[in-house]
């Protein structure tokens, strides 16, 4: 394809996506179709190319009835997966210059528009100075916890590197805490055996701190070693905050790694009257903060800090006789190969920059305390309602609420309004209990829409 | 952003993407820039939004000047990133659909044109028919290496999910194999001394059979548990392919599971005149090429095909509350979230539809051919001239080679043609000489850039 046509077809396909966006209102949340339907209507490649009208064509015909979309107004599922479109822009610029940022010599702006975003969203989101130089983009929370898990493991014994793991290393993750953390455990060789689930208040869900500093005595007691705790600000399920100052204090007094998920929540920190949340954040040695979920920007993008680069650098690294270069030689630039899973990397802070730089810091601020205030607002209709009630407090723009009959009542209200297609709302289990969470956040939610979702939960 | 004002700035944004298409070829191919000289242009992140027009401007100021240009004609340093401009469209649909397709049921299209494409390559490529279903895209071959190691560590071990690795198995790899599978190693709490490096035929730089073989019952021998074979074809300092077939006795005697890595030689298996390339492929358990190498497909987007989708799934596998749903208990569907180190996931799989029906497997074929074409006429040349030799013989279209007058007088010509901007060359070490790669696969490469950058190094 030669830039001429690019330009034509481009178009075209800019015009779609408006098109599709303009429209995704009206169609239905969660796709109809039945497993296999999709790939029943897709022809083999073709030997010969074809051009791209017939690409067009079947994403009409195909794909958006396969599709459940995310940038629907009446999206409130799992949590929100903003894709903005400054933020859709600055992501072709990155595909349409074509740069490998695996090293700051393959591509120097890749590496320090990165630098320079992450050390300004310290500042912005009030994050601990000690994150300064620390920040890196990840592709997700999962694997920010990966390497997080792995640069505490490196910590914590001069002979990881080289011997692995000892099989004593405990982590330790609340019950609410993401299934990724687990897992991360798990893919870096300590087995599940390894990670301390630790119990909640039952009305906060947030970690029972007396619980962890009882669990963690209890095994540096029996000889294990305790070598990552995640706090989470924002919990998946129900938006629990867990006590960050108190578990630090725990880690400090042994050594513990403390990283601390805020996947989901951590963009409110760019509102002062949230600060609080991210109580005793400055003892962190870690936190992720997912700008791909309510911040606006195209997955995949989570934002990363550590207090400690040249951990994370030392764990990670690995220099072959083809990657090095005077550059990463004289020790003046970040190579950010050296901080993350994969080895190679796309220019992902130019999404990043594009929707920061369109909407400004006060309007990424407006777009979170919209959706704040549209729970509140929801919230204050359940409280209103003698039929339902919030299962936990609300947090922040998640409201988990549940039909005083019993879950078979809630379960089949939320299956009504899913079925009816105007909106998609998931569950989760609170105190054994079946709950519905409302995760209002799709950029395109208004007051009208979630009161809509209200009363067809109420109806159902 | 609403849609209007996306499709206004949008089609600004694909002209200047075209207009830089148009220009790359006139601009130094390396960043020249210092170190820091990006982030001093850059302004803080603006309270107020400020619209689209100083980002392009900056990238004209800044952003151009600070990048290396890896779609340049005379890009021959590493390996290729092909981004052709129809996978940068059906990125760009992605980014705008932008669906996240972890589950199933959170975008059935997402997954099943993905299952489709994996399948229809099986075929185009001439791939093992046990692939068929295997197949799943990796952002990078780096983490298929990682997924492809525990898969192996979880067949290994009934107990690694629980309890983790044992601290006595080994891994295998030879001199000449990519970084990415001893970090994984490490990664996956083997640790370094888990990875034996087995050595090479000096002359062509495969695996020494017998040397594995020994190493390997050594290690049996000794109450040692091998886990893991990684053979080549392609390796990244000169091309250098592995006996795979043999290999796989090997690794078929002790059950230990075979990964070949062929993450930028792959895409040859396109072509039937290569597919020789790929014998033995049948016994291999995994098996890795990067469609965002040479494959004409915008960074990043690695084909990973596994045997045992089964195993892979259950070492990878982990499913909270909040993920349940009935698709996904019915047993009907993939959920690729269970194929990979990440939970979210980008619908890749349209920048590579794209890709493919807009150039077809014959256009496809053309690209690869084309510059295997390039890189025999490269080898001509310098077999013709009596200052230069081949260090190892051409590869595909990689071709490794020296002055006659030894390392300075190599790395003099290296140098002094990346400084002059029009080309841009890497090297490695072959049996300690210092050898320049010279890798074709710049989409917009034609024989008489070659000619000019192979005049620059002689004259040089």
């Not at 920059?353 to 919209?370: F, Q």
């Not at 309602?385 to 009959?405: G, I, K, Q």
Request: glycine fraction near 8%; proline fraction near 4%.
């Amino acid at each position: 394809m030669q830039p001429d046509e690019f330009r034509r077809i481009g178009h075209e396909v800019i015009d779609w996506i408006a098109d599709y966006r303009e429209r995704v209102g009206d169609l239905p949340v969660r796709s109809q179709v039945e497993p296999g339907w999709v790939r029943s209507q897709l022809a083999p490649i073709p030997e010969q190319g074809e051009g791209f009208a017939g690409l067009l064509a079947d994403l009409d015909r195909v794909v958006v009835p396969g599709t459940t979309h995310w940038q629907h107004p009446g999206f409130y599922a799992y949590f929100p997966s903003n894709a903005s479109l400054p933020s859709v822009l600055g992501d072709l610029l990155s595909s349409g210059l074509g740069v490998q940022g695996m090293l700051w010599s393959t591509s120097p702006a890749c590496t320090e528009v990165e630098q320079h975003l992450m050390d300004e969203l310290v500042g912005a989101m009030g994050l601990p100075e000690r994150f300064t130089g620390g920040g890196v983009i990840q592709d997700t929370a999962s694997s920010a916890a990966l390497v997080a898990m792995l640069a505490a493991l490196h910590r914590g014994s001069d002979k990881w590197r080289q011997s692995g793991v000892d099989g004593d290393e405990t982590v330790y993750v609340s019950s609410q805490t993401h299934s990724s953390i687990e897992r991360a455990a798990r893919l870096a060789g300590l087995g599940e055996e390894s990670v301390r689930s630790i119990g909640v208040s039952p009305a906060t869900l947030s970690m029972d701190v007396q619980a962890l500093t009882d669990q963690i005595q209890s095994d540096v007691d029996s000889g294990r070693r305790p070598i990552l705790v995640c706090a989470t600000i924002g919990t998946t399920g129900t938006g629990a905050v867990d006590p960050v100052r108190e578990i630090a204090e725990v880690c400090a007094r042994h050594g513990i790694w403390l990283h601390v998920d805020a996947a989901w929540a951590g963009p409110a920190a760019l509102c002062p009257e949230q600060r609080h949340l991210f109580d005793g954040l400055e003892h962190a040695d870690s936190f992720c903060a997912n700008a791909h979920k309510w911040m606006l920007t195209a997955f995949d993008l989570s934002l990363f800090w550590t207090a400690h680069p040249d951990v994370l650098v030392d764990a990670l690294t690995i220099l072959p006789e083809y990657l090095r270069n005077s550059a990463t030689e004289s020790g003046a630039v970040v190579d950010y190969r050296d901080w993350q899973i994969p080895l190679g990397r796309r220019f992902r802070a130019l999404k990043l920059w594009s929707m920061l730089r369109w909407y400004g810091l006060e309007g990424v601020r407006a777009h979170l305390r919209g959706h704040v205030e549209l729970a509140g607002l929801l919230e204050s209709w359940v409280e209103a309602d003698e039929r339902w009630e919030l299962v936990v407090p609300r947090s922040l723009s998640l409201v988990t609420l549940a039909h005083v009959d019993g879950d078979d009542a809630t379960r089949a209200a939320m299956d009504a309004v899913n079925a009816e297609g105007s909106a998609f709302l998931t569950h989760t289990v609170v105190n054994g209990r079946f709950a519905i969470r409302v995760a209002i956040g799709a950029e395109a939610t208004r007051e009208h829409h979630v009161r809509a979702m209200w009363d067809a939960l109420r109806s159902a």
